[in-house]
């Protein structure tokens, strides 16, 4: 089935690095990603990962994927004040399903940072 | 400016009434999903559209409907509105099939209903 879970909640402090977790149930996913949601705002997507790669690393964000335990963490390092939002880790089905390319999205971990 | 464009932003309406939500995807994109945003259930996949046809369908309850015209925007439909349809609805686009770009978001329309 489909379900991706995440912690509700973060907080850090400014200049230390932040680690957001996430599980998935289904290991056919492809693709894997992260995006954020900042208040008032859509979803931006920040970065996403292949499932045949272990780790992505772009600038200050670093994603490590452990297939066999089906899962998934953003590292933010020298968290900023400016990256306080929600965070989304999300699936796609894109093979389990041939028409459909549609993601699946955990439940959101807020970030909060503190000065 | 994300590219994808979601009208209105802000929808205040009554119990019992209908609501159309509008989307327009990227240039160029030809899926459309939809999604609703509340606090008690995050983000709940709707349905999606590839050029006009539908492909993929979420937990939509019957009373809401959507299509995607020749020009490629689409349209949400809720009818007999009732208090915990009140959320925020995000369109979101990407070029089809191979979404490994993701998608690109609009900025939603909050939906509240009185």
């Known amino acids: 089935g489909e379900d991706v879970e995440q912690s509700l909640f973060l907080s850090v402090r400014e200049g230390d690095s932040s680690v957001i977790n996430c599980t998935y149930t289904d290991s056919s996913s492809t693709y894997l990603y992260w995006y954020k949601q900042e208040p008032g705002a859509g979803l931006q997507l920040l970065t996403y990962i292949f499932s045949n790669m272990d780790m992505k690393q772009d600038q200050r964000l670093t994603v490590l994927l452990n297939k066999k335990d089906k899962h998934l963490s953003l590292r933010i390092a020298d968290t900023q004040t400016g990256d306080s939002a929600i965070y989304f880790c999300a699936e796609s089905d894109a093979l389990r399903s041939y028409n459909t390319d549609k993601l699946i999205f955990g439940t959101g971990t807020r970030l909060q940072v503190f000065p | 400016d994300s590219g994808v464009t979601q009208t209105p932003k802000h929808l205040i309406t009554a119990t019992g009434q209908r609501v159309t939500l509008r989307c327009s995807p990227r240039?160029?994109?030809?899926?459309v999903y939809w999604y609703q945003q509340s606090l008690d259930q995050g983000l709940q996949f709707l349905i999606q559209?590839?050029?006009?046809?539908?492909?993929a369908k979420g937990n939509i309850l019957e009373r809401f409907s959507a299509q995607q015209f020749p020009d490629l925007h689409s349209e949400l439909n809720l009818s007999s509105l009732e208090l915990g349809d009140s959320a925020l609805y995000f369109c979101?686009?990407?070029?089809?099939?191979?979404?490994?770009?993701?998608?690109?978001f609009g900025s939603g329309t909050r939906l509240t209903v009185v």
């Open positions: 240039s160029g994109d030809l899926s």
């Open positions: 979101a686009s990407s070029g089809g099939r191979g979404a490994y770009n993701g998608y690109t």
């Open positions: 559209y590839y050029n006009g046809e539908e492909r």
